[in-house]
């Protein structure tokens, strides 16, 4: 077999370089023709007009710098209730503007924002963000690249209705956040190649590999999100890899006045969701207030057997009984029944498959009752070449899968977040943030056995937070410049030497009970879906893997691989885990750790700032092998394993920025961290050794900001590049590096349209070149490949040492937004979608090629009521997708499981105010 390195084609899009000559042609003309001293004073977010219930009507954008006023610190960053109204001329004739201030305490959030207003703000500059700096700092001023999503884009994106983490929804709004499919249990998009890391109100949800969280999310609780590309800096820190991240804010309670709504969702393919929404205060003073939010879902799919059926509640309290003290909770419970859409859906991708529509058929002789006639067993020399039994091409349906009806799981899932401000004063404050999580899953796929099985995993987080600023230089007179002074205070800017610091302490601990099987996973490509000879094998569906010879075979066996399979304590019949599935997860024991950090914004001048920040997070892991089952031999390195490792993990961010202009910021970032492999549930696997508890994770990246057209055009740039080691599953990590450049604007020219586009070009290398064998996936080569050379299907045997290429995800994505609403509240909006070629496995014999998605939504937004019709894939594109993108464990499955993207189809949502 060939090594897999070769060369790809790099060609641009049409629309991608229309995009870049924009950006760069408005900014050039638009900088010269704006004027920074016409530019009002900012808001931290915008409403319009309200009525009487306090939802939006004739929303425009708010004009201003975007410097939001700010008293004192803040913590959890939310929009407050205007203070003042002002007029404002646009070119669009008089328009009301509203001026919002950013308090330290937790204030209602702005109709407009909370609602999703199809004309609300969507500009970055319109609302502070809650950074990883630990402050609450501007889009322009934070030298990394930070998209703000409020429900206005998430609502224009269709993510609230899709009832799991979609793979395209987010990235319509910014293209790095294309998503692995993640088995439909993702809790935080792609960034650049990975999983983000998932933060709830600064706190990181440690419960997860790769943001995995074993059962579906939920956008429940969920008011906006800050997504950050690169990963966390020294306040919110980092456990695990990552190449961003995604802070979700959750809903505020209403301090104004008693709101609500209810909704309803329904689409083809059997998509119900529903749910209410309301709060208010308690107390005429407007000093207690609350919250309450309900959703459910009953979805079945477009692929065979999947379903999702999910509630979810959840309930927030704010209490200001002083104007220096505020305390905020969060809490969230949700059931879920589900089927997991995991590495089961259609098999044996090839190019004639993913460009024809034509499936490579064929069942081995004897499959799937002989372990000897291609059996789920991979690697074996006496599995047939798949040439000795292969039949014809033929056509296949593209909801097929090899899902089994037999399967499926349950989960619940609770959070519970107390916030607690302290205003000492105007330049001290304290903030203390305690998380609590906890998970119970079951699940279970039989037709290539995969399992789950968690009786109640939880992890508690506190972070307090010593939060001041200091301006020596505030007292001082103004004293007379010489000319040579003036003139290099118009280059430098003027000296200020004001700082913010953001310093304290945070400690964490996480308990794990996971089972979980992989063995039996590798035989994805012994089913064939469709089977002319004799249709009788070609429903894998039909088909129970446990209790047939095979499956035996691996049942309290210690040398079958992984230690074979054994029965999980306490489970239902036919829940059996594989003891040693490295980062797959089988583990139990609890970690500790503890991190000081010092985070500190340096304003030398008004034109210079320095960002620096350190953290040290001190881990303690105690993990095992779970218990087995009575009678279970105890044999080390077999059936049992621990790890017992105290690990540092320290982390330096340093950041300067020039800011020549108002509406001009450059910026460059150095983050240098180590971080944690883990397992599925983010516990450490028994046979972790002591470099699992130290992988470089690195970030060199330089940008530019733009803020154009009196806040109506925002163009940002950046280049990067970062280094990270891979949490490969059952194998060691191993680095690789992600280089790339991107481009993103957002333009609202007044209350009727708005527009956001994107395009990000970026390759990734891993590099096993010190490792004795390369990259492993179930699968190394395509099916038509196995056909013409005589090799095997399932023989997951490795490819030699060197570098590769990164697969399954396109080198160059392109997207669009744009929105229009008229004064009435009609309007519509269209959404573009364009993807370079991607590649399947490491020798590039298969690949899906450039492809693109279009949708569109009608919607009628009046001040008591709202409608949208969503028209996904409006022109039907046959667009496929792989298992696993980029950095994920699960690009291993990319040659035995391949997503068929959904055709045409239509949802409706209706909403209700009051």
């Known amino acids: 077999m060939k090594r897999g390195v070769w060369k790809r084609k790099r060609q641009g899009f049409g629309l991608a370089a229309l995009l870049i000559a924009s950006a760069l042609l408005i900014g050039t003309v638009c900088a010269q023709e704006s004027d920074p001293t016409a530019v009002p004073a900012g808001s931290s977010s915008a409403s319009g007009d309200t009525t009487e219930n306090g939802q939006g009507t004739g929303q425009s954008p708010i004009s201003g710098s975007g410097k939001a006023k700010q008293s004192g610190w803040t913590g959890i960053v939310q929009q407050t209730e205007p203070e003042t109204k002002k007029k404002s001329q646009s070119s669009g004739g008089t328009v009301e503007m509203q001026e919002v201030t950013v308090s330290g305490e937790s204030e209602w959030t702005s109709p407009d924002l909370t609602s999703g207003e199809p004309n609300a703000p969507i500009l970055p500059t319109t609302a502070p963000v809650v950074s990883t700096f630990g402050t609450p700092i501007n889009v322009m001023d934070a030298p990394r690249q930070i998209t703000p999503v409020n429900q206005t884009l998430l609502r224009a994106s269709g993510a609230p209705y899709q009832g799991f983490m979609d793979p395209l929804s987010i990235s319509s709004i910014l293209p790095t956040a294309y998503s692995e499919f993640n088995w439909g249990m993702g809790n935080a998009v792609t960034i650049r190649g990975r999983q983000a890391n998932a933060y709830i109100n600064g706190i990181e949800m440690t419960m997860q590999d790769d943001a995995v969280q074993q059962f579906p999310f939920s956008w429940n609780m969920v008011e906006n999100m800050d997504i950050q590309e690169g990963p966390a800096n020294a306040v919110f820190g980092a456990t695990q890899a990552s190449s961003g991240s995604v802070n979700y804010i959750t809903k505020q309670p209403y301090f104004d006045q008693f709101r609500g709504r209810v909704w309803d969702t329904t689409g083809m393919y059997q998509q119900y969701l529903w749910g209410a929404d309301m709060g208010g205060p308690v107390d005429k003073e407007g000093k207690l207030a609350w919250r309450f939010s309900y959703e459910g879902q009953d979805q079945g799919s477009y692929y065979q057997y999947m379903y999702n059926q999910q509630q979810n509640f959840y309930f927030t309290a704010g209490w200001k009984p002083t104007d220096n003290y505020s305390v905020n909770f969060y809490g969230d419970y949700g059931m879920y029944n589900f089927y997991p859409q995991a590495f089961d859906l259609m098999n044996r991708p090839t190019n004639n498959l993913i460009q024809n529509g034509l499936y490579s058929t064929g069942v081995a002789p004897g499959f799937p009752y002989s372990v000897a006639q291609g059996g789920p067993v991979t690697g074996s020399a006496i599995n047939p070449a798949y040439n000795t039994y292969a039949g014809p091409l033929a056509g296949v349906n593209r909801r097929a899968t090899i899902y089994s009806p037999y399967g499926g799981g349950n989960a619940n899932s609770g959070m519970a977040q107390l916030v607690q401000t302290v205003q000492v004063n105007d330049d001290l404050q304290i903030v203390n943030n305690s998380l609590l999580l906890y998970t119970k899953t079951e699940w279970l796929e039989p037709q290539l056995y995969s399992e ?88 894998p569906a039909l088909f129970y893997l446990p209790g047939t010879k095979q499956f035996n075979s691996f049942v309290n066996n210690p040398k079958a691989g992984a230690g074979g399979l054994w029965h999980v304590p306490g489970a239902p019949a036919n829940y059996y885990y594989s003891p040693l599935s490295g980062s797959g997860g089988s583990t139990f024991g609890h970690y500790w750790s503890i991190a000081p950090f010092w985070q500190h914004n340096l304003q030398i001048t008004d034109k210079f700032a320095l960002y620096f920040g350190v953290r040290a997070s001190a881990y303690f892991w105690d993990y095992t092998t779970p218990q087995g089952p009575a009678g279970m031999p105890q044999i080390p390195g077999l059936t049992t394993a621990s790890v017992n490792e105290d690990s540092i993990a320290p982390l330096i961010n340093i950041s300067p920025t020039y800011k020549p202009f108002d509406w001009m910021t450059t910026y460059f970032n150095y983050n240098w961290s180590y971080v944690n492999n883990v397992g599925v549930l983010g516990g450490a696997a028994p046979n972790f050794n002591a470099a699992s508890f130290r992988l470089l994770n690195q970030l060199i990246e330089g940008g530019i900001k733009f803020n154009l057209l009196n806040d109506k055009l925002f163009i940002t740039a950046a280049g990067f590049t970062q280094d990270q080691q891979l949490n490969n599953i059952a194998l060691p990590a191993t680095p690789a590096i992600i280089t790339g450049y991107e481009v993103n604007i957002a333009y609202q020219p007044d209350k009727h349209w708005w527009v956001r586009a994107g395009y990000i070009d970026m390759h990734g290398v891993e590099d096993w070149s010190s490792l004795p064998t390369g990259p492993s996936m179930r699968q190394d080569y395509s099916t038509a490949y196995a056909l013409q050379q005589m090799y095997a299907l399932n023989t997951n045997v490795g490819l030699p040492s060197g570098q590769y290429n990164m697969i399954g995800f396109p080198d160059q994505y392109a997207s669009a937004t744009i929105t229009y609403t008229s004064d009435m509240g009609l309007g519509g909006t269209v959404q573009g979608i364009v993807m370079s070629d991607q590649y399947l496995d490491y020798l590039g014999t298969a690949k899906i090629p450039t492809q693109y998605i279009l949708n569109a939504q009608i919607f009628y937004a009046r001040p008591k009521w709202e409608a949208r019709i969503y028209i996904y894939n409006f022109t039907n594109q046959n667009y496929w997708l792989p298992a696993g993108l980029g950095s994920a464990g699960s690009r291993a499955f990319n040659e035995s499981e391949i997503v068929a993207g959904w055709p045409f189809w239509i949802e409706g949502n209706v909403v209700f105010k009051f």
């Open 452 to 539: 789950m099985y968690t009786p109640g995993d939880y992890e508690f987080d506190n972070r307090t937070e010593v939060r001041w600023t200091f301006d020596p230089l505030a007292s001082e007179p103004e004293k007379p410049k010489t000319k040579e002074e003036k003139g290099l205070e118009n280059v430098f800017g003027k000296l200020l030497l004001k700082s913010s610091v953001d310093t304290g302490i945070e400690w964490h601990y996480q308990y794990n009970d996971d089972y979980f099987s992989t063995t039996a996973w590798a035989a994805g490509n012994s089913w064939s879906i469709v089977n002319p000879t004799n249709p009788a094998l070609a429903n």
